[in-house]
């Protein structure tokens, strides 16, 4: 492991009588200290073990959240906010204990502007819930994470998924903001205008900033027309190398693909079996196409001769609304069906970002790594964007196979940072990344977050511990 | 005005002899005191009166940028990085004296990386010069406010254009900065990759932050393929409202218009005086495609039903480059066609954005406002984003005239933070909007940006007096 032991990073302290006693006035039953609900909320979907928070609010509104802030921020309590759980690099884990701030019952969509193309969320609306409920509007939120993720947490990583090739990340998709400051107040960022120059982007400072600059109450995004038509593709490729020079080429033409995901051979296998498809074990590109029903026929036909002079074979369209969903839901479901090919396993997924130029290289240097590992280890990527994940499939009891994982990962975060990339596309930094980020960056831009986080949250309360530490 | 005169705003005091020797050592002629060139860096497009520095100097690389703010930083001396002047809102006015730091001379393209569709600047070379160094790629920058600007004043402003509705802002669009924070170190935001979650979002803080937080001395940006093919089109409507309205039913059905454009009956008789036009003095919206020629002509017929259900009379298209440029550089003209309809004028111009289901109208109630001014004030707009520019057309000599624009430009604004817009889409805050911005966001958000420039900038040395006030 590239970290101390979570749980022993920080001191922890007891809850002071008083922070308990005015949540337990004012929450009542929202209010837990109870084994399970801690249990539930000091753990994500990282292998780490997990580290409990003293206690658990769950929050109704901005004012109920800023009350929290304002006393923990008078009693240097620390405060995680959470949504639902869904993340990977250890970001809620209660590290200096303290109270999660569970935003998951703030589920309302606040106001549809269908106009405008925006919708304003609360924080625990989850991305598949907003898309059910506006899809009388004929539009729809493209960023798609693997799980069914909250919009507030999706804000906290910086989240993309399949569908940021062609939409962006929520760097790029979040309008405005309504945050609680570490110390209780209300700011709104942003407006509802599509761009502005006005001031210091405090939005981009929040995406991103994994719950510890402020607590997101209320959030803004962009949304699309649903595409008049919808194709989908999926094709076999040799190698590796040649469907990532076919999607060089797409990228390079201007063709406006949706997505256009890269499944190895090994994912192939675990898909095949999962979802009852027969797909040869060989590369794979999955594409989807928007656009009127003549573009994405064009789109589809070049991507076709595209993927043609590179070897590609059996390129399948799919424009039956059930053959394309049999093929994503497939993808979509891929995490799932790579956790079964080893029975009782969890898994550590890297989840680097180059430079599409040096993409086939880096996949393929990794690839030498994995035949030398003893680990099941598929990879799936967002190839469009750069970025792709090893899952390497572990048995967390096992001290061997866990180090054997992080020595993988180091690897891989190692050769993306020398090819230009970055450690973490989209999943964040967390606990895990911390020693790579500064990597990344150097001391100095370090620095520079540490003076941001000590002028925003000088008493570090908001989820301590995670991103940097506090000073060099 | 709704400032205080900006040379009265802050107190100056003459350069230390030290910072002159060490200066003049290093730099030799690349130092001047002299009254002309001083002259020239204490103003900028807005109508104020030239605030001077105390000298100029002119950088080559980063290391000398770091070298002048370590000096400036030891011995307190206000720093304004300069790119070309091309700001509108009095953002390079030495207010506070000190040392222009003129970067125009770091105009080199530092590398092409074609095959990811970035590129590396430097940030003196400017938006044209970069599509004309990089033309033979297939590659374009599509991001192209009116002025010829540097990227690193583009950087500054969060500038966009004309084409952002297709393509975005900066803030969309650069990858990667290098930096010269306020005490001389030299640090590195952002990868190469496309997207990434490693950490707070430092690209995005600098990216509008108008030279108050660092020096950018290295630029990566992103590049777009030239279309395929490109096709524009003219229409004028009946009313300002039916032509906004056919600006959102395309924008709502999703068509992919890289460029649409408002111009009014005023602007279109400066346009048709300037560039021998005769267009009918009504109400236009001029339009730019691009795609494959199938799409393109898909996206003009769309448009073109859409308008004529709007009453769009005499829809033009024009696929001949001639013909398109004469039109798109009528537009881009437009600015200077606009002042040659008061001679000896100069322009206070408006920048607000609003939403879209709003534009029609804020743009509505704030003709009725010009109709009833002594002053011409055409309007154009980036009618897609919701942005839209009122050129107040004033005798800067005219203390009235001047007074009469900036209430327009007051009561404009406040319609539109109204409605959810923003004081500006474009040009920044500078000296001119710092009341504005309190409005926008509130006394607490600019706290929050006063504890960011703070922590950044402890002295305030960097471009001080602009965006908002030091304390409420």
């Known amino acids: 492991m590239n970290h101390p032991t979570p749980q022993a990073a920080l001191a922890r302290r007891p809850l002071p009588p008083a922070v308990v006693q005015a949540l337990q006035a004012r929450f009542g039953e929202r209010f837990s200290t109870s084994a399970g609900v801690r249990e539930h909320h000091g753990r994500d979907e990282s292998p780490f073990p997990p580290a409990l928070p003293d206690a658990v609010v769950f ?7 800023a009350a929290v802030a304002r006393l923990c921020h008078d009693h240097d309590v620390p405060l995680i906010p959470y949504g639902v759980g869904s993340s990977l690099e250890g970001h809620l884990l209660a590290v200096a204990g303290g109270i999660s701030l569970d935003l998951s019952q703030m589920n309302r969509v606040v106001a549809l502007q269908a106009e405008d193309l925006t919708v304003t969320v609360q924080p625990g609306v989850t991305r598949k819930q907003l898309n059910q409920e506006i899809k009388d509007s004929g539009l729809f939120f493209p960023i798609d994470p693997g799980a069914d993720a909250s919009l507030g947490g999706m804000c906290a990583t910086r989240a993309s998924g399949t569908n940021a ?8 998709n979040v309008l405005a903001l309504t945050v609680v400051t570490a110390d209780g107040r209300v700011i709104k960022t942003g407006t509802h205008a599509r761009k502005s120059s006005a001031g210091y982007d405090l939005t981009r400072l929040f995406i991103g900033s994994e719950g510890t600059l402020g607590i997101l109450t209320e959030i803004t995004v962009r949304l699309y027309p649903q595409p008049e038509a919808i194709s989908a593709a999926v094709c076999a490729f040799p190698s590796m190398r040649s469907a990532v020079q076919a999607v060089i080429e797409t990228i390079q033409l201007g063709v406006p693909v949706a997505r256009v995901e890269f499944v190895d051979p090994l994912a ?4 095949n079996r999962h979802d009852k498809l027969a797909l040869p074990e060989l590369p794979h590109l999955f ?13 589809a036909e070049t991507v076709q001769q595209i993927a043609a002079d590179h070897g590609g074979q059996g390129f399948e369209w799919a424009t039956r609304p059930e053959d394309r969903s049999r093929l994503w839901n497939a993808r979509h479901h891929a995490y799932f069906a790579m956790l079964q090919l080893k029975p009782g396993c969890r898994a550590v997924t890297t989840d680097v970002c180059v430079p599409i130029s040096r993409l086939a290289d880096c996949v393929g240097e990794t690839e030498r790594d994995l035949r030398a590992s003893s680990l099941p280890c598929p990879i799936v990527g967002h190839v469009g964007d750069g970025n792709f994940h090893v899952v390497i499939l572990v048995d967390p009891a096992l001290p061997r196979e866990m180090e054997e994982a992080e020595a993988l990962n180091r690897r891989i975060v190692e050769r993306a940072l020398a090819m230009g990339g970055t450690c973490t596309g989209e999943h964040g930094v967390g606990l895990h990344k911390m020693d790579f980020l500064v990597r990344e960056h150097g001391e100095d831009a370090l620095d520079l977050m540490r003076a941001i986080k000590d002028a925003l949250d000088p008493k570090h309360i908001l989820n301590p511990g995670k991103i940097f530490r506090a000073s060099r």
């Open 59 to 65: 929050a109704h509104s901005t004012d109920e959240v």
């Open 268 to 271: 192939i296998r675990a898909i």
């Open 287 to 299: 594409f989807e196409f928007h656009g009127s029903e003549a573009g994405v026929r064009e789109q």
């Open 165 to 172: 090739v062609r939409y962006g990340t929520m760097r790029e």
